[in-house]
């Protein structure tokens, strides 16, 4: 037997078989999505979600069961036939490895029969009773992912395991009915981001320091000081996501002033920020539904011809990727390219494109959220940001 010629048939067996188990997903994630917006199986998942309380615990053990007899094993048993279909479509072109996800297909069929006749009720990993204790996960998905598929945004967060569906839809994160507030919201970016989260029906809460602004009818303005966020804990209490957006660059000044300047309103304040809101996160599904946003901008990886901005950046940026390690709620990261503002008239992009991408990259749960025109940067942050995360894990602890 020659194995080279064995082994990258079987290496591509194996590649196909693992795609298969993607696929399977993928058909899980269909059914489900029909079972909200296609009515012969809307009757049939409103079982599901009728099924549980706010903390997951039943609400009867039968309207459970009947969930499982009627919702779950149809479900698990269509991914059992279409997986089928396509392995016996595949299979006659000599392609064997797809049956792989049929067997994944199989595993749940058991255990959704048993559930809905009252049995192995621990293999309902999705739905377990208590309290949050994580974060939502970012690929597959979790208890805390899953909970606000039913207690924050019905349609979104379709997935069963893999996340892929969302990513792919703009699901993974629902802004319908959040409360986001804007730092730096009377800035070029912050118009721009209120105009596109108030299309998605969020609810935006202005920050600014900046009293002579003018905001559009409806928008919810709240006026800080510089020095003073701690006043604004109650605020934040009622803040769902926080995008702290607010800076300032000095450009070539160099002056212990510029520095003080630069460091202050790009680094600290910030910072401080950041944990005031980090602070309100005290309830379980604030794990779930709260969310901070960091503008820490490319200046993390890439020169930004204004050295105090860049420093002040990189360091509010390397703070950010330390506290992550323990954050209590999703923190993204917002690196992003010139655009032309006040703080950079002469930036290429548009802040209207900008916000859009940053919405479109969030609802896809991006944590790192890279909008610009240098390719340099799409290589470089994620190298610069997971090793340096490791670096922190390894060599810190709480």
């Not at 079982?47 to 903390?55: C, G, I, N, Q, V």
């Not at 957006?245 to 160099?254: A, F, K, P, Y």
Request: charged share 20%.
């Amino acid at each position: 037997m020659d194995f080279q010629l064995l082994y990258p048939q079987l290496l591509l067996q194996l590649l196909l078989g693992l795609l298969s188990v993607l696929f399977a997903e993928v058909v899980r994630d269909t059914y489900h999505l029909a079972g909200h917006y296609w009515k012969p199986l809307q009757s049939f998942h409103n079982l599901h979600h009728k099924a549980y309380r706010r903390d997951l615990s039943m609400t009867s053990l039968e309207a459970y069961k009947k969930a499982q007899w009627y919702n779950d094993v149809p479900e698990s048993l269509v991914m059992v036939g279409v997986t089928a279909l396509a392995a016996g479509i595949a299979q006659s072109y000599g392609i064997y490895g797809m049956w792989l996800g049929v067997l994944y297909s199989f595993v749940f069929v058991i255990p959704a029969i048993a559930r809905s006749q009252g049995y192995l009720l621990i293999t309902d990993f999705a739905h377990k009773q208590g309290d949050l204790v994580e974060i939502p996960s970012q690929w597959t998905v979790n208890r805390t992912y899953h909970w606000r598929h039913h207690f924050d945004q019905g349609n979104a967060y379709f997935c069963g395991y893999f996340t892929l569906t969302d990513k792919m839809l703009g699901t993974a994160l629902s802004l319908k009915g959040k409360v986001v507030g804007i730092t730096g919201a009377s800035g070029t970016l912050g118009q721009a981001l209120i105009e596109e989260l108030s299309l998605q029906g969020a609810k935006v809460v202005a920050f600014t320091t900046n009293k002579s602004a003018e905001f559009q009818p409806g928008i919810n303005v709240i006026y800080w000081e510089l020095g003073a966020e701690a006043d604004l804990i109650n605020r934040l209490k009622t803040v769902d996501i926080l995008i702290v957006n607010h800076g300032v660059n000095v450009l070539r000044d160099r002056t212990p002033e510029a520095i003080q300047k630069a460091y202050e309103i790009n680094t600290f304040s910030t910072l401080r920020l950041a944990e005031l809101f980090l602070e309100t996160v005290t309830e379980s599904d604030h794990k779930a539904i709260k969310e901070l946003w960091i503008n820490t901008s490319e200046a993390e990886v890439n020169p930004a011809f204004s050295p105090l901005y860049e420093l002040s950046k990189r360091t509010l940026g390397d703070l950010i990727t330390l506290r992550r390690l323990d954050a209590p709620c999703v923190i993204r990261k917002l690196i992003l390219g010139p655009f032309k503002s006040q703080l950079n008239p002469y930036g290429v992009m548009s802040a209207r494109w900008i916000a859009w991408a940053i919405v479109a990259l969030a609802k896809r749960d991006f944590r790192d959220i890279i909008v610009t025109i240098n390719p340099i940067t799409y290589i470089a942050f994620p190298i610069k940001e997971f090793s340096q995360s490791l670096y922190f894990r390894l060599f810190t602890s709480k």
